[in-house]
């Protein structure tokens, strides 16, 4: 199973859009895919239909350790192949007491959980959504992330949170040797010239591979509350068919 944390400290850059496509188009590769949902705002679990403002989420469960069995933290989407770990609020409360805590394991809290899920054999992915920030709900999933991608909105300020995010990656090596920063995402991509010309200045510095780049489309823009990949409403537009090229690109599989 190889992990993947979506990851950028700036919000809105299409973080969540790219984990629930990905996943997608990972699923019709016919790979296997788990979904970590590490942000309490709920977005990834409310895009495949799973979210529950109620009760404990159960990645809660997992970053303040009351769990037993994997299969009480997992639950099914409607895509067979494609599970989640599903978040809500509750997730604030727990970052916020064990960053109170002065407890000895804070940062390999949601390591047995991978190391069992890894050893189960069943999953090819694990992809991990993160918030706009870095909470101590971050730190445990770079420590068990294999690769970092970030997505990037082209703009004045994306390179200022690309040194940002390269940092703070640099730093989670020291507790977890194999985590690297993987590329840049170009997301929510418009081709106008001062896009253009950000874009050709990302490549020509090349300190950052770029892994691809997602066209900006209305019927994203229009469908705000994504409730599915795009691909299942919109094939034909530009962001469904550059998730389709990246992954293909990224495993080497079409589909
Ligand atoms: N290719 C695209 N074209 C048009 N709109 C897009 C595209 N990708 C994402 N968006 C829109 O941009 C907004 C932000 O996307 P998303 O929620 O994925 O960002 P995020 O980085 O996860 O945000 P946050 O930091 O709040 O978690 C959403 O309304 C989404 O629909
Ligand atoms: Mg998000």
């Given at each position: 199973?190889?992990?993947?944390?979506i990851?950028?400290?700036?919000?809105?850059?299409a973080?969540?859009?790219?984990?629930?496509?990905?996943?997608?188009?990972?699923?019709?590769?016919?790979?296997k895919?788990?979904?970590l949902?590490n942000?309490k705002?709920?977005?990834?679990?409310?895009?495949?239909?799973?979210?529950?403002?109620?009760?404990?989420?159960?990645?809660?469960?997992?970053?303040?350790?009351?769990?037993?069995?994997?299969?009480?933290?997992?639950?099914?989407?409607?895509?067979?192949?494609?599970?989640i770990?599903?978040?809500?609020?509750?997730?604030?409360?727990?970052?916020?007491?064990?960053?109170?805590?002065?407890?000895?394991?804070?940062i390999?809290?949601?390591?047995?959980?991978?190391?069992?899920?890894?050893?189960?054999?069943y999953?090819?992915?694990?992809?991990i959504?993160?918030?706009?920030?870095?909470?101590?709900?971050?730190?445990n999933?770079?420590?068990?992330?294999?690769?970092?991608?970030?997505?990037?909105?082209?703009?004045?300020?994306?390179l200022?949170?690309?040194?940002?995010?390269?940092?703070?990656i640099?730093?989670?090596?020291?507790?977890?040797?194999q985590?690297?920063?993987?590329?840049?995402?170009?997301?929510?991509f418009?081709?106008?010239?001062?896009?253009?010309?950000?874009?050709?200045w990302?490549r020509?510095q090349?300190?950052?591979?770029?892994?691809?780049t997602?066209?900006?489309?209305?019927?994203?823009?229009?469908?705000?509350f994504?409730?599915?990949?795009?691909?299942?409403?919109?094939?034909?537009?530009?962001?469904a068919?550059?998730?389709?090229?990246?992954?293909?690109?990224?495993?080497?599989?079409?589909?």
């Amino acid at each position: 199973m190889k992990t993947i944390s979506i990851l950028n400290l700036k919000g809105g850059v299409a973080k969540t859009f790219t984990a629930a496509n990905m996943t997608y188009e990972l699923y019709r590769r016919g790979y296997k895919v788990l979904l970590l949902d590490n942000d309490k705002q709920g977005n990834l679990s409310k895009a495949y239909g799973r979210y529950d403002a109620e009760s404990i989420a159960p990645i809660t469960k997992l970053l303040s350790l009351q769990w037993n069995h994997a299969d009480e933290v997992i639950q099914q989407t409607e895509y067979e192949g494609i599970d989640i770990i599903t978040s809500n609020m509750s997730l604030f409360g727990a970052t916020w007491n064990l960053t109170k805590a002065e407890n000895e394991n804070q940062i390999e809290r949601y390591k047995d959980f991978m190391e069992q899920t890894a050893a189960g054999d069943y999953y090819d992915y694990c992809i991990i959504d993160n918030p706009p920030d870095i909470g101590l709900n971050v730190i445990n999933a770079l420590a068990v992330t294999d690769e970092v991608i970030v997505p990037v909105k082209i703009d004045e300020d994306a390179l200022e949170g690309l040194d940002i995010v390269e940092g703070q990656i640099e730093e989670a090596k020291v507790f977890n040797p194999q985590l690297r920063l993987l590329g840049v995402l170009v997301t929510v991509f418009q081709n106008t010239d001062g896009e253009s010309a950000g874009l050709e200045w990302l490549r020509q510095q090349g300190k950052y591979d770029i892994l691809g780049t997602i066209r900006y489309s209305k019927k994203v823009a229009e469908n705000s509350f994504m409730r599915r990949p795009i691909y299942e409403y919109s094939p034909c537009c530009g962001a469904a068919q550059d998730y389709k090229r990246f992954v293909s690109s990224y495993t080497g599989k079409e589909r």
